[in-house]
């Protein structure tokens, strides 16, 4: 069973940079799993920031951006906001039709 | 714009069965593939089902894969999910998301979700 590996939980001060990271219990993340990242506050329907690895969902501000670091895709966060203290999900196509989210980021901006 | 409208969730007993429906408006609906997530209480994003923007192709993790079958309906512009065998652990809101592009494997729109209990 294919497992998606995130931090369960990251601090970042306002203004500051952090990085969250997506990895695979099976080997190495690549552009061919269209890695994708998501926001999510309690209660709310999650929000698209991020997909196919690097590209910005329309609407979503430049201080979010992806890339594929070494083996695992990575989420950054430049200048954070208060309103960026939210979870964070990516999702990876594994092969042949199936998705898997990971466990999913708790960010705190204090 | 676009809109994604869950509804069908309620309280059901262990073993029992309940239909989703999400109500697309906003797009043609037939040029995209859809997909279904769920989320327990006070837990993770969960892909449940997918379905290819002609009907042609259903995808299903292990979790669910012989007890719940996605559909749609192109003239309604309604996508389903047909759950069976409901289990306490398929307790969650359940939401619809647009498969943006077939070529690409992202969700890029959701719905608010519907609430699903199993409960005896």
């Known amino acids: 069973q294919t497992v998606v590996t995130q931090e369960p939980s990251f601090s970042v001060s306002p203004g500051g940079t952090v990085t969250l990271t997506c990895g695979l219990s099976s080997g190495s993340v690549s552009t061919n799993n269209y890695p994708s990242w998501y926001q999510q506050t309690p209660g709310q329907a999650p929000r698209t920031l991020i997909y196919n690895t690097n590209t910005r969902s329309p609407g979503v501000p430049d201080r979010f951006s992806g890339s594929l670091p070494g083996n695992k895709a990575a989420l950054t966060i430049t200048g954070a906001q208060a309103d960026d203290e939210s979870d964070y999900y990516c999702?990876?196509?594994?092969?042949?039709?199936?998705?898997?989210f990971g466990g999913g980021t708790r960010l705190t901006v204090l | 714009q676009v809109q994604l409208v869950e509804s069908g969730g309620g309280v059901v007993q262990p073993g029992r069965s309940l239909r989703l429906s999400c109500a697309v408006s906003?797009?043609?609906?037939?040029?995209?593939?859809m997909h279904w997530v769920r989320q327990a209480p006070g837990k993770g994003l969960e892909w449940v089902a997918a379905i290819s923007h002609d009907g042609s192709d259903k995808f299903y993790p292990d979790s669910v894969k012989g007890r719940f079958t996605i559909s749609r309906d192109d003239s309604r512009n309604t996508l389903y999910l047909q759950m069976n065998s409901l289990k306490t652990e398929d307790t969650a809101v359940y939401h619809c998301s647009r498969w943006f592009g077939e070529g690409t494997k992202y969700m890029d729109v959701w719905g608010k979700g519907t609430t699903v209990t199993v409960s005896s």
């Open positions: 906003g797009y043609p609906f037939r040029e995209n593939g």
């Open positions: 999702l990876l196509y594994i092969h042949n039709g199936i998705w898997v």
